[in-house]
């Protein structure tokens, strides 16, 4: 009986889709388990490892949800609710661009933008550049759109800022069909001056590319001023930015993100993605209105907060020698290329083998930031999204984790 | 000036992919204009348009969300919160369904569940089966994922049922993945039986395909019972079951669904796309959690309350001389085959031209649920989500409509 139980298992094998099989799993969250096993020792993990910060989301946010008021809770605009559209409007203006309603689509989280974005521009199979080290879920987007990333590497060397145009345009194709960039950078920190956009602007130009633009980070400015890609109005029609409040009010569950176009095929193309599934969740969108009445007081306390814990984690990182990283004008990210062999190894060792004082820090390691096989092996991301004094005291133990994991080989 | 200006906008003229060009417009929220511009002229709408309940979302599900306490709406589980997981399979235990928590995945709304489960048994351009007319949304889902739905037309005059096997079988290509069914089915209302079901079974079984099933209308079942696909346990590497809230709680803005599987393959797939897009709306799981708590009297009265209202539908339909329809046991939908010569004529005739006493009906227009060109013109999709003395109303002006409409002409 057991051996007949066997064939009819194997007889009715089936296989999944080969981009089924190719779907990364997640390279932030794979070593979860292990820091849980840490915890289960009694171990106390710094996590430096995600983008979750530990800010409170606005109560305002909290109290419109609590004060909504309908009894059923019914299908939304597929493009978003007018009242969240026309508050998105308002933001942008204060941002120094100039985007009515009609031009916005609510997504369901940066996600569903990125998905809904490469899905328009792309026929599967097609390519689009991307800048490695790079936000790693682009990876499972472009595999979900059937359509590839090609990688152009950037340096901790070089603050992670983009190579020359020459450099770019060699990987261009028949198949590019657009750059994608975040500015800030996730997971570099980097911030693109007035040149390197120019350069992006002129490069989709002639070579009749489109520019999708993810800039979740746009309040997240520690030097000068952020300039986004919808202020380059010549290329308009060429622009799909791409928006969320995840980090900006702190509600990274709330799943609220957006589409911002002036070209009318891709605010068509998106609306019609958004009507095939209805509509993004009503309630969050009534938070993030209510979210986006809070003054620049709010952003100015928090980038305050943050520039801060910058300085601790770059101060704490510039301690450990030999370590390469050029301090990142914004996000909340720093990729640092430290003096380690193996970036998975040692966040392994980090989790199982070392503690000091009860402690220790969970870090991402670089090559799930890469597309390139064998690249970003000495970096790690470092999010700083926890207090000051306990940052500080993570950046001391990284120092002395990285000290322990040089001496175990010898 | 202007004749540069002009010639500018040529030059950068850049086309979005073929896709995006090819996603259609919802062609049931298409006639909404229409609607809106009746509604300006003092006509009163009854919508029989779209599966939007008028039931009040559960108390139950509103406090859960009230209550919620966390001052930090973080990122949640990428396969969704484990005490949702937990109720979930515990609704399945009452269902007579054996399914673990780690069989779940949460997804945002049924959508994406159907969009995860074309994505991971397909390549771009492999094909599922669907029996037509379908839930129209498939159509865009389908593009999205580069793949192609084949239509097999299922008819008025046979209550919607499934055609032989021979008949499926015969578009079954190298390139066919699997097939999509809706039980009790949108639009028809059909609810599929016991010999259909093992159809399917053996022919999923001797074609090495999978079978998607969506079991969102599960509950609302007038005749017999209800056969999950989940059920054919024979199978059950095969079956990719397709859930949703939306209906079930009248919770449509909460855009709560899942996907269950007992295959691994498919399982990880699915949390690996999870993963990408970090996770499905924390608050309404939390809300869902709680109206899973709601006992079976919640269910029956509901579905009491249904019946009686297809009982209405039904009874004014039979009253529309020539109308071809087979009372439903299922959903609350109606396709029904009316005396007339196009639909989409039809439906914007009863908004623009057509009143009674002041008011009129919207119907959803057979067309839009079919992929075969010329079909579903006679046919309308009623969603019977109103109040039966509404209903009772909505249904003398729908006959009078069909009489005046077909006067008109003459």
Redo the contacts between chains.
């Keep these: 009986m057991k051996d007949r139980a066997n064939i009819d298992t194997i007889e009715?094998?089936?296989?999944?889709?080969?981009?089924?099989?190719a779907?990364?799993?997640?390279p932030i969250?794979k070593l979860i388990p292990l820091a849980e096993q840490a915890k289960g020792r009694g171990i106390k993990i710094y996590h430096l490892n995600?983008g979750?910060?530990?800010?409170?989301?606005p109560p305002e946010?909290?109290q419109a949800?609590?004060g909504y008021a309908n009894?059923?809770?019914?299908?939304?605009n597929?493009q978003g609710m007018a009242d969240y559209l026309s508050k998105l409007s308002q933001y942008y203006k204060k941002c120094g661009l100039d985007i009515s309603p009609d031009e916005i689509i609510v997504t369901?989280?940066g996600?569903?933008a990125i998905?809904f974005a490469m899905?328009?521009?792309?026929?599967?199979?097609?390519e689009i550049i991307v800048f490695e080290p790079f936000y790693t879920?682009y990876?499972?987007?472009a595999i979900?759109?059937?359509i590839k990333l090609v990688p152009i590497t950037t340096k901790a060397e070089d603050g992670f800022h983009l190579p020359p145009r020459a450099i770019i345009e060699k990987v261009i194709t028949s198949k590019t069909?657009g750059i994608l960039f975040c500015n800030p950078n996730n997971p570099t920190g980097t911030v693109y001056g007035r040149e390197e956009l120019n350069m992006l602007k002129e490069l989709v130009?002639d070579n009749?590319?489109?520019l999708l633009a993810d800039e979740v980070y746009r309040e997240f400015i520690y030097e000068g001023k952020h300039i986004s890609a919808m202020s380059m109005t010549e290329?308009s029609?060429?622009i799909i930015m791409l928006d969320s409040i995840s980090k900006r009010f702190?509600?990274?569950?709330?799943?609220v993100g957006n589409l911002v176009t002036k070209?009318r095929?891709?605010y068509?193309?998106a609306?019609?993605?958004g009507?095939?599934?209805?509509?993004?969740?009503?309630?969050?969108q009534v938070g993030a209105a209510a979210a986006y009445d809070l003054g620049d007081d709010y952003f100015k306390k928090m980038v305050g907060e943050y520039r801060n814990r910058r300085d601790v984690v770059y101060d704490g990182l510039m301690k450990i020698p030999g370590t390469i990283c050029i301090n990142p004008g914004g996000a909340f990210y720093i990729m640092a290329k430290l003096p380690i062999d193996n970036a998975e190894n040692f966040a392994s060792f980090m989790l199982t083998e070392f503690s000091y004082n009860g402690k220790s820090v969970m870090v991402a390691p670089g090559p799930g930031f890469y597309a390139s096989q064998g690249k970003g092996q000495s970096e790690c991301r470092i999010a700083y999204v926890l207090k000051t004094d306990d940052l500080k005291d993570a950046m001391d133990i990284l120092k002395r984790g990285v000290e322990a994991y040089n001496l175990k080989g010898k």
């Design positions: 009715s094998k089936i296989t999944i889709s080969k981009r089924g099989l779907l990364p799993a997640s969250r995600i979750q910060p530990d800010i409170e989301t946010f909290w949800i609590k009894k059923v809770l019914a299908y939304g597929s369901t989280g996600s569903e998905i899905t328009i521009i792309c026929e599967p199979d097609e879920n990876n499972g987007f979900q759109a059937g069909r130009r009749n590319l489109f290329i029609d060429r702190s509600a990274c569950g709330a799943r070209n095929d891709i068509n193309a609306l019609h993605l009507q095939a599934r209805l509509c993004s969740p009503t309630l969050e």
